[in-house]
């Protein structure tokens, strides 16, 4: 690669990072081990500057009242202004100048930090093929445990994995082959042929990795010694409040993580209790042909009545009636995404299919949910709302915990029309939720408030008592 390459890859990773869109640098090429380096640097310096630049907004904050004369806040405020611009400014360009002289060799990487923790814990995790051993989920509120569940599990990518739960006295088996999902109760058995992880996102490795990655501010607290491991301790943050996690210095790979709620009163600790890293793991482990057989044997050795249910079909796009241009919505899908499932969803309240892509990361992904029926639901409370064609559009980077199946934060936009209803769900801060709904509109999405939609004539759903 030429110097002038490296210097055009990472200058577009700076804008691309700068107008909070995924960097076009993994879209075109692949990034080897020493670049995802530097990016990560490059990441780095700008959670630093995050950081600083909250820093001197409070330092620069004004009294609310009392403070003076209005205009010598206002000309307070605009030199403050000036001056944080510049100092940004500042800040980007030194940075850019370290990470070029050292992409170009001027520099010896060893000025650089000697090794990223959140880089080390991703390419881990990258490495990682399969594991297997014991977590547990505590719930607590005011420093009292108020709910507390115990998971034995193997797990091997791509989402395959048997998960037996101890809860409440009760078990549970959750066994997936990467294509559906078997989940045996006490009285009754379903399979879900649409969603083979979603019983998974709650404890996964894979998915504390994904949060620490998608973190605005990553710091260090120092060391301690968790299941007889030395780990490290990191406090991590998405916006306001943080969160802390456990990383085996050995591994690179999380043993713990602590989410604090922000009233600080409740906290939700996923913790592995054993866990071992790429054991050989028996397919048969994996429930996926002859499923009913072994249902059979298991219905009569416990000589239980037990119910079989089947829940979200698969289906072919042929199956799909909607007035929405599916052929336009994947021609502007970036080209590692790949149709993974086609759901026919006869048991959801609000949508009927569900078009499944995923990335080539595993933590990249797109379901398209389709409704001809639209539905009268709430918004995120932090959602921004917009006009596009003939009706509305909701686009949320951060929402939480959409429709109780996509546990913490994901990217959503969801267009309604007079017609059919589009809610397109992705990971954290990704701006492809959006922009496929403005590719397939032809229209760019104009900001606006509720009052001003409803000014505008755009009628809004409305449920049928009864209904």
């Not at 880089?119 to 399969?130: F, G, K, M, P, T």
């Not at 499923?291 to 079909?313: D, G, S, V």
């Amino acid at each position: 690669m030429t110097d002038s390459r490296k210097k055009d890859l990472l200058s577009d990773f700076i804008d691309d990072l700068n107008k909070e869109r995924k960097p076009r640098a993994y879209h075109t090429s692949q990034v080897d081990e020493e670049t995802e380096k530097l990016f990560e640097t490059v990441r780095a310096v700008r959670r630093t500057q995050s950081t600083r630049e909250d820093e001197e907004r409070k330092e620069n904050s004004l009294p609310a009242a009392g403070g003076g004369r209005a205009g010598d806040r206002s000309q307070q405020k605009g030199k403050s202004s000036l001056a944080w611009r510049f100092k940004k400014s500042a800040l980007v360009a030194a940075a850019a100048l370290i990470i070029f002289a050292a992409f170009l060799g001027v520099m010896d990487m060893e000025f650089l930090p000697r090794q990223n923790i959140v880089h080390a814990v991703v390419r881990a995790y990258e490495d990682l093929e399969s594991y297997a051993g014991t977590a547990e989920i505590r719930s607590k509120s005011n420093g009292e445990v108020d709910y507390q569940e115990t998971i034995e599990i193997t797990y091997q990518k791509p989402w395959k994995y048997r998960a037996v739960h101890q809860f409440d006295g009760r078990e549970v088996k959750n066994i997936s082959d990467g294509e559906r999902l078997v989940s045996i109760y006490p009285h009754d058995i379903t399979v879900d042929n649409v969603f083979p992880e979603k019983e998974l996102w709650r404890y996964h490795i894979g998915n504390q990795v994904w949060e620490l990655k998608g973190a605005e501010e990553v710091r260090e607290l120092g060391e301690e010694t968790l299941l007889d491991r030395q780990a490290l301790v990191l406090e991590y943050r998405y916006t306001d409040y943080y969160h802390r996690m456990w990383i085996d210095k050995e591994t690179n790979l999380p043993l713990r993580k602590e989410l604090i709620h922000h009233d600080g009163t409740s906290t939700l600790v996923v913790e592995f209790k054993e866990i071992e890293i790429n054991p050989q793991v028996d397919p048969e482990l994996f429930l996926h042909e002859g499923l009913e057989n072994r249902e059979e044997t298991m219905i009569l050795e416990q000589e239980k009545e037990w119910e079989y249910e089947e829940i979200n079909h698969r289906g072919s796009l042929e199956e799909i009636k909607t007035p929405v241009n599916l052929d336009k919505l994947k021609e502007n899908l970036p080209s590692h995404f790949e149709l993974f499932a086609v759901g026919i969803l006869e048991q959801n309240p609000f949508y009927d299919y569900v078009l499944r892509f995923r990335g080539e990361q595993e933590m990249d992904f797109l379901d398209v949910y389709l409704s001809s029926s639209p539905g009268n639901r709430a918004f995120f409370s932090d959602s921004q709302l917009g006009k596009l064609g003939e009706g509305y559009v909701e686009v949320n980077k951060g929402a939480w915990n959409v429709m109780d199946l996509y546990t913490g934060n994901s990217s959503i936009a969801r267009w309604v029309t007079p017609e059919f209803e589009v809610f397109l769900v992705a990971n954290r801060g990704s701006n492809l939720p959006l922009n496929l709904l403005e590719k397939v509109s032809g229209e760019e999405m104009e900001k606006a408030t509720l009052p001003q939609l409803k000014r505008e004539g755009i009628e809004f759903p409305v449920n049928k008592e009864g209904h």
